[in-house]
T-cell receptor
Framework: EAGVTQSPTHLIKTRGQQATLRCSPI?????VYWYQQALGLGLQFLLW???????NRGNFPPRFSGRQFPNYSSELNVNALELEDSALYLC??????????FGSGTRLTVV | QKEVEQNSGPLSVPEGAIASLNCTYS??????FFWYRQYSGKSPELIMF????GDKEDGRFTAQLNKASQYVSLLIRDSQPSDSATYLC????????????FGTGTKLQVIP
């Protein structure tokens, strides 16, 4: 069974640009969770998508947005990038047993 | 603001000893608790989850939950150098909104 896949692995953007991050959950899983892990901070909940709908959102500004496609893959968009957006962005599936299975993450660097 | 608190460490233990990692949480209604291990530069990996008061054992790992004290712990027996990592405590908020709050993690160093 393939795990959670994320792309790209690394992304370097200039302040003010837009970044698009992609995630495919474990096959058969309909939910996708996005988390941000900035240096020195814990994982911060960003978004939860299920069955194509945004179900819950963390305490992030509207320039963080996303969507989920009919095949349950997901995209996270970050507009008007700021230096503090530099972080590891993690996508996760949730197996029936509980908890998260994370992808390997996308490291976003804003310069 | 829901909080999950962990001592950042580092916690240093000799090889073969028991490592004890602790976590407190603020939301008394929380029902699901998780421990993740994160090696440097890698993504977190789920190692234990616990839903009921008491102990849950899985190999060298034991998770302990005390809801009255709002306290979760992870014991690692016979610690190995390969256990050196950051351990993240995570608590799922009640209400079915699938929102999990993570602590900032405790860095464990197992000294050979």
């Amino acid at each position: 069974e393939a795990g959670v896949t994320q792309s790209p692995t690394h992304l370097i953007k200039t302040r003010g640009q837009q970044a698009t991050l992609r995630c495919s959950p474990i096959s058969g899983h309909t939910s996708v969770y996005w988390y941000q892990q900035a240096l020195g901070l814990g994982l911060q909940f960003l978004l939860w998508y299920d069955e194509g709908e945004e179900r819950n959102r963390g305490n992030f500004p509207p320039r963080f947005s996303g969507r989920q496609f009919p095949n349950y893959s997901s995209e996270l968009n970050v507009n008007a990038l700021e230096l503090e957006d530099s972080a590891l962005y993690l996508c996760a599936s949730s197996p029936p047993t509980g908890g998260y299975t994370f992808g390997s993450g996308t490291r976003l660097t804003v310069v | 603001q829901k909080e999950v608190e962990q001592n950042s460490g580092p916690l240093s233990v000799p090889e073969g000893a028991i490592a004890s990692l602790n976590c407190t949480y603020s939301d008394r209604g929380s029902q699901s608790f998780f421990w993740y291990r994160q090696y440097s530069g890698k993504s977190p990996e789920l190692i234990m989850f616990i839903y009921s008061n008491g102990d849950k054992e899985d190999g060298r790992f034991t998770a302990q939950l005390n809801k009255a004290s709002q306290y979760v712990s992870l014991l690692i027996r016979d610690s190995q150098p390969s256990d050196s990592a950051t351990y993240l405590c995570a608590v799922e908020e009640p209400g079915g909104y699938q929102k999990v709050t993570f602590g900032t993690g405790t860095k464990l160093q197992v000294i050979p």
